[in-house]
């Protein structure tokens, strides 16, 4: 199969009503309008596993936990409609619960929006466990959104040399191209007193060549390199994600066994400011 035949895989962004699920809903239609994808929203409800008792209360137009459901779906939709008028939308209303079903439609989607809390979460904290359990779980790239409209700024993704962060690079290559924003490939050493004595110079670091590496050869984004030696990698691209549009990495690194996700990417998930997209 040629690329030209190959299936068109939708943006799916989850949507149940939040605050955050709407800030995703409108920075993934915007998205989605930009890089010429559909946009596919969906509504999780888990109501069909406790009761069979769906329906409307007797004498009570557009009640009941069916026409509940069907009505924030329909908000949802609506919500990418108004943003992106011209934009290919539609809407799944799925029974399950949310972890569970959009992780499963992933693997169908060329990116995954969500929210950093849905309706379910406490509001102590900065990224719920939903979003973290897909940034641990999704079969493609997942984008868990702060601000709908950022400013201007770079996509700024952080690189270790790992196979995740190979592809972290190509993805935030296509990310940058869609926003026409400039790339910024950041890698923060191993920290040593010798290092930590030495100018940045990225034009020397291995990582940085092997990233770079990874860009078509025609390209014609504005790049630059950033190289530091830090004790905390996470507090260098937090710090540094203030000044980005985005942050992208890969779901884990060179020093992790094992786990889905990294500790820096679960750092920068719940401390960075702005909008993450984690690549697996």
């Given at each position: ?15 149940d009503g939040s605050d955050g699920s709407r800030r995703a809903v409108l920075w993934a239609a915007h998205h989605a309008a930009v890089a010429g994808l559909p946009l596919v929203v969906v509504h999780c409800w888990v109501w069909p596993f406790f009761t069979q008792d769906l ?226």
């Open positions: 199969m040629s690329p030209a035949d190959a299936p068109v895989r939708p943006v799916l962004a989850g949507y329906g409307p209360v007797a004498d009570i137009e557009d009640s009941g936990l069916q026409a509940a459901a069907e009505r924030t779906s329909a908000e949802g939709l609506d919500l990418a409609r108004q943003a992106e008028p011209d934009l290919e939308v539609s809407v799944r209303l799925v029974t399950g619960f949310p972890s569970e079903v959009l992780t499963r439609l992933s693997a169908e989607a060329s990116l995954l929006v969500t929210g950093t809390r849905g309706l379910g979460g406490f509001a102590g904290l900065l990224i719920g466990s939903v979003s973290l359990h897909l940034a641990a779980s999704s079969s493609c790239p997942i984008a868990v959104i702060r601000d709908d409209r950022p400013g201007e700024g770079d996509v700024l993704v952080a690189v270790d040399g790992s196979p995740e962060s190979d592809r972290a690079v190509t993805e935030a290559a296509l990310l940058a191209r869609t926003l026409q924003a400039p790339l910024r490939v950041l890698h923060v050493r191993p920290y040593t007193r010798d290092a930590r004595m030495r100018r940045p110079d990225p034009e020397h670091d291995p990582v940085i060549r092997r990233a770079l590496d990874r860009l078509p050869a025609d390209t014609d984004l504005t790049v630059i390199e950033d190289s530091f030696a830090e004790p905390s990698a996470p507090a260098v691209i937090i710090h540094q994600a203030r000044r980005a549009v985005c942050v992208v990495l890969g779901a884990k690194g060179t020093n992790t066994l094992g786990a889905r996700l990294g500790s820096t990417v679960h750092a920068v998930l719940h401390h960075a400011e702005g909008n993450v997209l984690v690549v697996r």
